[in-house]
């Protein structure tokens, strides 16, 4: 899933330092597992908004709504009777969220409430572990399922590099060994030729704004038909 | 047991403190507490295993977002007793109690009373 963060209460504060009628837009997917948007984080913030802004003597009147997800225009629907009512839209969803409201409400400013932060996994409550950086090449296939452009400090393909360290990265010993990991897995299961083959270099697919049109959902050209 | 704990300390039942979230605290605050603290069972005892010790967790981040906003983040509390201990039940009432004189009223209701 995606995960975000909350962006430290100082930077908010003064996004909003202008605005006194704002709408808190939280999301119910992604950032409601991972505790960083959803409903229950709106309402925290928004408590945290109007009181810091009591104790200043200037008070906001802060709203709070959350949609099921924020990526999809489907359920933003929902929001296009409200949001004129407010002089800005702050949003806790993760950057494709906020865009997505952005776009659709131009007329009004929206600011991030979270700094999103990648693609990870849980591994205890509240505690998430990055495991993929979306790079469009997935090479898990020949690495035993460990990825190293997230593992790997460097993101090589053709690991380990020369600071491998009896198993740990050469630039923290508490951080694993990427490559080390990915040599160890293909052992016990016999596959180490794998690591002998040489890999391009990843191409930085994840460089340029992309598009995905998954096979057999291409809009067909009204036009190409004729 | 007949126990005097001082009158002005509203008790807000959970099943178990792991039940207390962020957001309870905070609003506890935003309407005008002086102070909130939660009481749960001793740490290593929890029936839930760990309900305690995530209400710990969340006490201290509440302090930490008090401070933020501008409040003593000292105003909420965490205590910690056997169910058996009416008198430290009674105690820590008059220890929070005394603690939150101390500090004085919660800033904000004073603004909303000032407003009214
Ligand atoms: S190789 Fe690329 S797509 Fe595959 S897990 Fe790693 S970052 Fe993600
Ligand atoms: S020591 Fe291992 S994980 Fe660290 S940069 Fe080199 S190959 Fe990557």
């Not at chain 1, 790079?135 to 993101?155: F, H, S």
Request: overall charge negative; aromatic content about 6%; charged content about 25%.
């Amino acid at each position: 899933m995606i995960v975000a963060q909350r962006k430290p209460f100082e930077e908010i504060m003064n996004m909003l330092k202008g605005y006194k009628k704002v709408l808190n837009v939280g999301c119910g997917t992604c950032v409601a597992v991972c505790l960083a948007g959803g409903e229950k984080e709106v309402t925290v913030l928004n408590t945290e908004l109007d009181m810091a802004r009591k104790l200043k003597d200037n008070p906001i009147k802060i709203d709070g709504i959350t949609i099921e997800r924020q990526c999809d225009r489907e359920y933003l629907a929902e929001l296009d009777s409200k949001v004129d009512d407010y002089e800005a839209v702050v949003s806790m969803a993760c950057g494709v969220g906020v865009q997505f409201l952005a776009e659709r409400f131009p007329q009004i400013p929206v600011y991030p409430m979270v700094d999103t932060s990648g693609l990870a996994a849980n591994q205890a409550v509240g505690w998430y572990e990055e495991r993929c950086r979306s790079c469009n090449q997935c090479v898990l296939g020949m690495t035993g399922g460990i990825c190293p452009v997230t593992m790997c400090a460097k993101g090589i393909y053709n690991g380990p590099c020369g600071g491998t360290n009896n198993g740990s990265c050469e630039i923290d010993t508490e951080q694993p060994c990427a490559w080390f990991m990915i040599y160890e897995r293909l052992e016990r299961q016999g596959r180490l030729d794998n690591i002998l083959e040489l890999h391009a270099p990843v191409e930085w697919l994840d460089q340029t704004p992309r598009t995905l049109v998954q096979p057999g959902y291409k809009k067909v050209d009204p036009e190409d038909l004729v | 047991m007949r126990l005097e704990y001082p009158s002005n300390v509203k008790i807000v039942r959970v099943p178990c403190t792991g039940k207390v979230d962020v957001s309870h605290l905070l609003r506890a605050m935003q309407q005008g507490a002086d102070g909130a603290y939660c009481v749960g069972c001793l740490e290593g005892t929890c029936h839930y295993n760990e309900g305690n010790l995530r209400c710990r967790e969340r006490v201290e981040h509440v302090r930490n977002l008090l401070e933020e906003v501008g409040l003593e983040g000292d105003r909420v509390r965490m205590y910690n007793l056997s169910s058996g201990e009416g008198p430290t039940f009674a105690a820590y009432a008059k220890e929070m109690t005394e603690h939150i004189k101390e500090l004085g009223a919660n800033p904000l209701s004073q603004k909303q009373k000032a407003a009214a």
